[in-house]
Structures are given as C-alpha cells and as structure tokens.
C-alpha cells in the first residue's frame, strides 16, 4: 500500500508563540505609527471648543471650522497652489533628465561615460548644506532668487543624482538584443529610446515620479532660504509660519497639517503599487 504525500509538520507551541509574537510587535508598531495621523485628523475635524476641553479624545464632535479657519485665515489656499507650482515642474525635470541621462550611462559609449557618471554619483554624497550658502549668493547674483524658476532647478539639482542612478540601474539590465534588433529595422537611437526603452521602464520612471513628488512637495529648508519675500510659500514654510505667528491654536494648526499631507497621501495610495514595483525591480536588476 502506497504512502500519500507527506504533510508539513505541525506548528509547535513554540512556533505559534513566536508567530504571535512578531504580529503583537507589528500591530504595536502601527498603531504607534498611525497614531498621530490619526490624532491630526480628529483634532482637524473636531470643533474648536471640543479642541481645547478634550484635546486628545478621537472623533468625539465634527466640525469643518478648523480647516475653513486654515484656508482662508491661514492663506493655505495659496500655499497648496505653491507646493504645485514648485514641485510638479521640479518633478517634471527630474524625470526628464534623469530618464535621459540614466539611458546614456547605461547604452551609449562615449569617451568619458564612466567618469562622467562617477561625478554625477558624487552628487548623492555632497550634503546639501555644504553648498546652499554659496547657492544663495549664486541665485541672487544670477536674478533667480525668489523666483519660482530658481527654486524649482534647486529643487531639481537635489534630485538629479540619485534620478540618474537609479534610472541607469534599470536600463543596464535591458538585453542588448532588443536594441540590435531596432537598428537593424533602421530605427534612430532617439527611436530606439522613444519607442523601445522607454516603455520597458515606465515602472520605474512611475517610482522615480513619485518618490521625487514627494520629497520635494515636503521639502522645507529650499523655499525657505530661496524665496525669502514669502511670494511663492508653500505649505512646509506656511505651516511653519502660521505656527510662530500666533498662539498655539490646536484645531487650525491640525487643520493645516491635514492639509499639508492629504494630497501626498493621496498619491501615494493611489500609486503604491507601481511605487512598489519600481522599487522592487530596481532592487533585483541592480
């Protein structure tokens, strides 16, 4: 008589407590992760008056007097159209020449490529605060301080290297045979990378947008120093402001953090997925 298939063993009591143990330390984990976005909400939706009695009690009124103070009292319906206006077209250019550039130091010889990408390394290893100081004077000299168009290349530069690096990751790991092929078929190496590359990593290029999205719409310290009249504030430097111009007033200030991450945590939900899989890909290839 023939055996069946062997099964798994058994969990011992030992492996279920360890089990039970990793998921008691993650959900502690969240839960004190998620606690102050939580708390950010509550406090923004509360009533001003339920604000100051009960503080840290979770939904126990709904009012939407703290966000319309924050709006309008606040001005933060400028500075959301400012976060936009400094980080999409940052983004854009981070992207674009990130694409291209990665492409580049990944399949066209040129004299000097490694030495070329090397310097661009470099970049991810220069703190930003050696330079920002010279950068001021530099931008003032040049008439692009406090201007959306200064800013915005600042914001760019600050991304470009690793963009670069990790956008040539990617294309490294593509097979040659893909190329050969096209320019067998006559096609240019603008058409190559148009219509052959490029849609081989539109995961990656959604990660790149994404992650460099956000880390320039929380950016704080460039709009600060570059935009000292405050024309173009967007929400770091406004909530920093609206902060230090006036009492603590819980309930607005509450209001405008909710303002200030709601549209990053938007994004990120809605792309987390391609995030993720950019990521992940470029983890494997390099």
């Not at 798994?8 to 030992?14: D, F």
């Not at 703190?127 to 168009?149: A, C, E």
Request: net charge positive; glycine share 10%; proline share 6%.
């Amino acid at each position: 008589m023939s055996r069946g298939v062997p099964q798994g063993r058994p969990r011992t009591s030992r492996a279920w407590a360890g089990l039970g143990a990793r998921h008691l330390v993650l959900g502690i984990t969240a839960a004190i992760m998620l606690f102050p976005i939580v708390l950010t909400v509550s406090t923004a939706l509360k009533t001003p008056g339920d604000v100051k009695v009960n503080p840290f009690g979770l939904f126990t009124s709904f009012s939407t007097a703290n966000i319309e103070s924050a709006w309008t009292t606040g001005d933060f319906s400028s500075y959301v159209l400012n976060s936009f206006l400094l980080s999409v077209p940052s983004t854009a250019l981070v992207v674009v020449l990130s694409t291209l550039g990665g492409y580049a130091f990944a399949r066209l010889p040129f004299p000097g490529r490694d030495l070329a990408f090397y310097l661009v390394v470099v970049g991810l290893l220069v703190p930003f605060f050696t330079y920002m100081i010279p950068l001021y004077f530099q931008l003032r000299g040049m008439g692009l301080l406090d201007s959306l168009v200064g800013t915005n290349l600042v914001l760019a530069s600050t991304g470009l290297s690793f963009g670069t690096f990790f956008m040539r990751a990617f294309y490294s790991d593509l097979p040659t045979e893909l190329e050969q092929a096209a320019r067998m078929d006559g096609a240019s190496e603008w058409q190559i990378f148009l219509r052959v590359m490029l849609p081989l990593t539109t995961s990656a290029v959604g990660a790149l947008a994404v992650f460099t999205f956000l880390q320039n719409w929380n950016n704080f310290l460039v709009p600060l120093l570059y935009i000292p009249s405050g024309e173009y504030r967007p929400l770091t430097t406004g909530l920093y402001l609206f902060l230090g111009g006036r009492s603590v007033d819980i309930g607005p200030l509450a209001a405008g953090t909710l303002i200030t991450i709601l549209p990053v945590l938007v994004l990120f939900v809605t792309m987390q997925r391609q995030v993720t899989q950019g990521f992940l890909s470029g983890a494997v290839k390099g």
